[in-house]
């Protein structure tokens, strides 16, 4: 008698573990093209399970996946700027920037599907939920300065910076991750120094902030 090699056993996923792997074809899937174009049977196959699943779980359809998707990524996302408020300003702050590089790097497709989902689908939860991430950077960040009630040239600046820091993730993606992300990193919190320094020419409450910063140095 021959033996015969086992079959490998079939590990049945969670139901979490399930949901996790068809939020992550669906993220790839709509971040190289308009989400008009991609249909449950594209998320299906490129999971590799059934049409009827995919529904099984998202019984909304496609938009239903689709937030699902944006929602998953912007929540790893707004981690990245969750820092203890300890220490100097900008070493926190280099820390919450490395983390969202290497959010970026990891998870490219997820990262331009989150922010190209506001204008591609313009729908009033999707625009909310990138636009959450941006707001909850903001806060973070006007945390750890130690301010609670920033005026609107603060505010427009940290959130203008934060959209800086965006635009540059996204050509980063678009330059095969050139400069090296320690580089990026160190040179986009210079230049949130810079944008601070530039507003504190105008803003009182700025100008405090920069000579506190300017005594961390």
Known sequence: MTSQAPTPAYRRLSVEERRSQLLEAA???????????????????????SRPLVYRYFPGGKQQLYEAALMSAADELRDCFDEPEEGPLLPRLT??????????????????????????VETSRTTAIVDG???????????????????????MTIRT???????????????????PPEELRDWLVEQFVAVLTVTAR??????????ALAADL
């Open 95 to 120: 820390r919450a920037v490395e983390r969202y590089l290497d959010f970026v790097g990891r998870h490219d497709a997820g990262f331009s599907a989150l922010l190209q989902g506001g204008s591609v």
């Open 202 to 211: 105008r803003d009182a409450q700025t100008d405090t902030l920069v000579q």
């Open 133 to 155: 991430v941006r707001r909850a950077a903001a806060e973070h960040i006007l945390r750890h300065l130690g301010v609670e009630e920033p005026g609107p040239r603060l505010r």
């Open 27 to 49: 993220l790839t899937l709509f971040a190289h093209q308009v989400p008009e174009e991609v249909s449950l049977d594209d998320v299906a196959e490129a999971a590799g399970v």
């Open 161 to 179: 910076w934060i959209t800086a820091v965006e635009a540059a993730s996204l050509i980063w993606l678009d330059e095969d991750k050139q400069p």
